[in-house]
Nanobody
């Protein structure tokens, strides 16, 4: 059974940093695209960042220059380093695995595997 387990969320002040981790089990994702989506209250789940099996990276415009996605295939884990956090980054962050990149972004409707989500709250 495939599981994606996120960790690292929490409460941080604006301008601060957090690092999310997502550990996968049940199968290896070394040949798959992995990444992160987020969902704020009252909004749809949207793409944040992705990293392909060749380590190409993609970001939504609002996080470029502030967030960094990376992966460790030996640990079957993907990370999201979030710096210079803003209150508008507040959301539940979901790890995702196996989805295509179309027009330089992922689509939540095409994700095959999801984590349970981790809350990120940025106070002003």
């Amino acid at each position: 059974q495939v599981q994606l387990v996120e960790s690292g969320g929490g409460l941080v002040q604006a301008g601060g940093s957090l690092r999310l981790s997502c550990a996968a089990s049940g199968r290896t994702f070394s040949s798959s695209t992995m990444g992160w989506f987020r969902q704020a209250p009252g909004k749809e789940r949207g793409f944040v960042a992705a990293i392909t099996w060749t380590s190409s990276t993609y970001y939504v415009d609002s996080v470029k220059g502030r967030f960094t996605v990376s992966r460790d295939n030996a640990k079957n884990t993907v990370y999201l380093q979030m710096d210079s956090l803003k209150p508008e980054d507040t959301a539940i962050y979901y790890c995702a695995a196996e989805f295509p990149i179309v027009r330089n972004r992922g689509d939540a409707q095409t994700v095959r595997y999801w984590g349970q989500g981790t809350q990120v709250t940025v106070s002003s």
